[in-house]
């Protein structure tokens, strides 16, 4: 029922730019806030940014602020990750979820690397 499938990964050089989609089904999208989380080789999952249900209020992890940017289109049901100035350690599999459904895609592989 629920599907959350993202895309847009890839190798990227460092300094370099991406930005990472998740197509998300089986449930009422614009109800939702929505995350991403990345997880790094070795590393627990960690949340990397937030935003609500219609855009008004977004939050970064520290380790992303004023690199990345989370936007939604509630029409098309698709939550974005606009990745700047990546540096190596921006490297994992990213995930995006809805709050409070417990359910995980696949994730996109993120790679930095020179």
């Known amino acids: 029922q629920v599907q959350l499938v993202e895309f847009g990964g890839g190798l990227v050089q460092p300094e370099g730019s991406l930005t990472l989609s998740c197509a998300a089904s089986g449930f009422t999208f614009s109800n939702y806030a929505m995350k991403w989380y990345r997880q790094a080789p070795g590393k627990e999952r960690e949340l990397v940014a937030r935003?609500?249900?219609?855009?008004?209020?977004?939050y970064y992890a520290d380790s992303v602020k004023g690199r990345f940017t989370i936007s939604r289109d509630n029409g098309k049901n698709m939550v974005y990750l606009q990745m700047n100035s990546l540096k190596p350690e921006d490297t994992a599999l990213y995930y995006c979820?809805?709050?409070?459904?417990?359910?995980w895609g696949r994730g996109t592989l993120v790679t930095i690397s020179s």
């Open positions: 935003i609500t249900s219609f855009g008004g209020s977004t």
């Open positions: 979820k809805a709050h409070m459904i417990d359910y």
